[in-house]
């Protein structure tokens, strides 16, 4: 069997295609934990901001904070999955993935 078909049923060996669709996924990756980390900074300064000008006390100030960060980051961090072309089932589970790494 010729390497052509041997490839073509789905028994070729890892070349360089492999090693650029493992880069462009890091690439991705590192994108996302890094919208991820600026999303959480202005959720939690948002969310500090506002509980500071409505005059909160510290526990709902902090709930609101942690709200908020978790919202923004996950905005931030499901964007350019999207952009990337990933579907929304495949970019939650990215977004998810990089934020856990991003909240370790």
């Known amino acids: 069997m010729s390497n052509v078909n041997h490839q073509r049923h789905g028994h070729g060996h890892p070349g360089r ?9 890091t690439r991705l990756a ?5 919208h991820c980390l600026a999303g959480c900074a202005i959720g939690e300064v948002l969310g500090l901001v506002l ?7 510290n526990a709902p100030s902090i709930a609101l904070a942690v709200a908020l960060a978790f919202l923004f980051g996950y905005a931030f961090t499901i ?3 999207l952009r ?3 579907a ?3 970019a939650i589970g ?3 993935a990089a934020d856990t790494v991003c909240r370790s």
């Open 88 to 90: 929304l089932r495949t």
């Open 51 to 57: 509980a500071t000008w409505w005059g909160w006390s």
């Open 17 to 25: 295609g492999d090693q650029q669709d493992g880069r462009a996924l």
């Open 79 to 81: 964007l350019p999955v």
């Open 84 to 86: 990337s072309g990933l």
């Open 30 to 34: 590192v994108s996302a934990t890094l």
């Open 94 to 96: 990215v977004a998810l």
